[in-house]
């Protein structure tokens, strides 16, 4: 229901955008967030925006550099990734949350769960 793209191979400076697409479910309603986990690290925190994108919540490693937003007439929520460092290498999961705030950092509150895709930032 939640499908993730956009991941790719990019060095240290460059810009990616990732695409997450909704079906299925009125995700309209929920807030959507983005999470991510690097080579040997936990899952963390990276960005979510509120049911109607007028709130947006950022991790501070990223804040600056990343833009969360989302189109809910085509289901979508995209991350755009700017001035990317080795260290956001990671696989990025897009995730949906039934509190429509955007204000959640705890991914153990998002309901539903897209596959990853995956990010690799050379030096």
């Known amino acids: 229901q939640l499908q993730a793209s956009g991941g790719g191979l990019v060095q240290t400076g460059g810009s990616l955008t990732l695409s997450c697409a909704a079906s299925?479910?009125?995700?309209?309603?929920?807030?959507m967030g983005w999470f991510r986990r690097g080579p040997g690290k936990e899952r963390e925190f990276v960005a979510a925006?509120?049911?109607?994108?007028?709130?947006?919540n950022y991790a501070d490693s990223v804040k600056g550099r990343f833009t969360i937003f989302r189109d809910n007439a085509k289901l979508t929520v995209s991350l755009r990734m700017n001035s990317l460092k080795p260290e956001d290498t990671a696989v990025y999961y897009c995730?949906?949350?039934?509190?429509?705030?955007?204000?959640?950092?705890?991914?153990?509150?998002?309901?539903?769960w897209g596959q990853g895709t995956e990010v690799t930032v050379s030096s």
């Open positions: 925006i509120s049911w109607s994108g007028g709130t947006t």
């Open positions: 299925g479910r009125t995700f309209r309603n929920y807030a």
């Open positions: 995730a949906a949350d039934r509190n429509p705030s955007g204000s959640n950092r705890n991914y153990g509150v998002y309901e539903y």
